[in-house]
């Protein structure tokens, strides 16, 4: 595998798209293993059929067929663009954003299409190289509190981030690969460094498909030769406790893309006699540090990261990075070296002189016994220079809005208590778990004009 590059220095060279044995295992699941050989082969053959153009949107989600449209792609010099979304309209923006370079889109079937013929297949590996300075993908944030940005990633930054995730996480399986099944989707940041990077320049195994009930990750995982790597989400592994749904032995799970309270994480290590190592990053940095949540607060950076406090949050300095990048997380740092997050500037909350964080609340709000899922957020104020009321929507079968907001008494100062609270079946997380604002808001005010449910504000009547 590639060598990390050096902070600031201009990568140059080529660097082997798919690296090892051509007879390792890179692909697995309900059609059997593909091998790294085999799996080269395809994805020569799918680039002689591309369309001319500088860049390609991926919509597989099944993961085999990303991996090879990726690939593809790669081969004839084209950009990955990775949506937040497959939402027609999200595709269609980000579709004319590179019209003028020429773009177009890969779904699953496009990018499954192509056959291989065996007379033709080259030597595995022979051409299957790319500059290491040249683009590589373009990630996009959810959204979720606003609208997607767009940041780009070379080859050798995906290269040196994938030797970083290595030291972070090797030492869950030993010195056999890994066999990954994962539950976020490939366009995703974090699905793209775990399940399709580490394959490609990490020697790991990746399961084919995205399983999302607890039976069918189970099933995956069975599927699984060797040792197995469970990645997902906090939603996705409350899911799977909740389901009580038994998974065979694993070397460990790793968790992102929104905060893994402790008690979460402790009841899946339990449960599962395994660690869960939770990582922590950004669509803007990559991964930049772990945790073992379930024992520690504390996170670690992961090699070559450094942080530099900010007043409205962190820069972030890192080998994979071409220049400092600015969080709006904020950190307070150790004297070991490691450091905790302390929310975000814009959800910290100032009311009647006391403070907390949206975060905090959020993460009380969870740990009100039947509340399956929930998510705190400050309104807008009513009018200038007033203070935002807070408001909660949860996932709470048999309880009543009351209930919740009395259990969360015993915790939560009276004037940070949820003015407004609706209950929902579920909530709309997209495919890695995350809210957007504007979503949220428009439940809470569907719920204002229908059967509103608004609770007793502290010492005054419902709002």
């Known amino acids: 595998m590639s060598a990390v590059i050096q902070a600031h220095s201009p990568p140059s060279g080529r660097l082997t798209l798919a690296a090892g044995d051509p007879e390792r295992v890179l692909v697995f699941g309900d059609g059997g293993t593909l091998t790294l050989g085999a799996f080269q082969a395809r994805a020569r053959a799918l680039a002689a059929t591309l369309p001319e153009a500088r860049h390609v949107v991926h919509l597989a989600e099944d993961r085999q067929r990303f991996l090879l449209g990726f690939c593809a792609a790669a081969l004839r010099g084209q950009v990955a663009l990775l949506p937040p979304s497959g939402a027609p309209g999200t595709v269609a923006e980000i579709l004319e954003a590179h019209a003028s370079d020429g773009a177009y889109r890969l779904d699953a079937a496009a990018a499954g299409a192509s056959p291989v013929a065996a007379s033709t297949e080259a030597p595995a590996g022979a051409g299957f190289e790319v500059d290491a300075g040249a683009l590589a993908a373009i990630g996009y944030t959810s959204g979720s509190t606003g609208k997607p940005q767009a940041h780009a990633k070379t080859w050798a930054a995906f290269a040196a981030g994938t030797t970083q995730n290595l030291a972070a996480l090797q030492d869950l399986w030993g010195a056999a690969a890994p066999w990954i099944v994962a539950t976020v989707p490939p366009q995703h940041m974090y699905g793209m460094e775990l399940s399709v990077l580490l394959p490609l320049l990490g020697g790991a195994a990746v399961h084919a498909g995205r399983p999302l009930l607890p ?7 069975e599927q699984a030769q060797a040792s197995r790597l469970l990645v ?30 402790q008690e979460l994480a402790a009841a899946a290590e339990a449960r599962y006699r395994t660690e869960v190592r939770e990582l922590f990053g950004s669509t803007e940095t990559c991964v930049i540090a772990c945790r073992r949540t379930a024992h520690d607060a504390a996170w670690t950076p992961l090699p070559g990261v450094r942080l530099a406090p900010q007043p409205d949050g962190t820069l972030v300095q890192a080998p994979h990075l071409p220049a400092p990048v600015a969080l709006a997380d904020l950190v307070e740092l150790q004297a070991d070296g490691r450091f905790r997050l302390c929310g975000r500037q814009a959800d910290l909350l100032e009311i009647a002189g006391k403070r907390a ?15 399956e899922d929930g998510v705190v957020l400050q309104l807008e104020p009513d009018r200038a220079g007033g203070v935002g009321r807070i408001a909660a929507l949860a996932v709470a079968p048999g309880l009543a809005a009351a209930d919740i907001v009395e259990a969360l008494r015993g915790s939560v100062d009276p004037v940070f208590l949820p003015r407004r609270l609706r209950l929902l079946p579920r909530l709309p997380r997209n495919g890695t778990g995350k809210l957007r604002r504007d979503a949220l808001l428009a439940l809470l005010e569907e719920a204002a004009h ?11 009547g419902a709002s």
Request: aromatic residues 0%.
């Open 232 to 261: 997902t989400t906090p939603v996705h592994l409350r899911a799977l406790l909740q389901s009580e749904v038994v998974l065979p032995p694993l070397a460990g799970i790793v968790s992102a893309t929104a905060p893994l309270p």
């Open 357 to 371: 964080s949206l975060g905090d609340l959020t993460r009380r709000l969870l740990a009100v016994p039947g509340v």
């Open 450 to 460: 229908a059967h509103s449910s608004a609770v007793p504000e502290a010492g005054a």
């Open 215 to 221: 039976a069918d990750v189970a099933r995956a995982l």
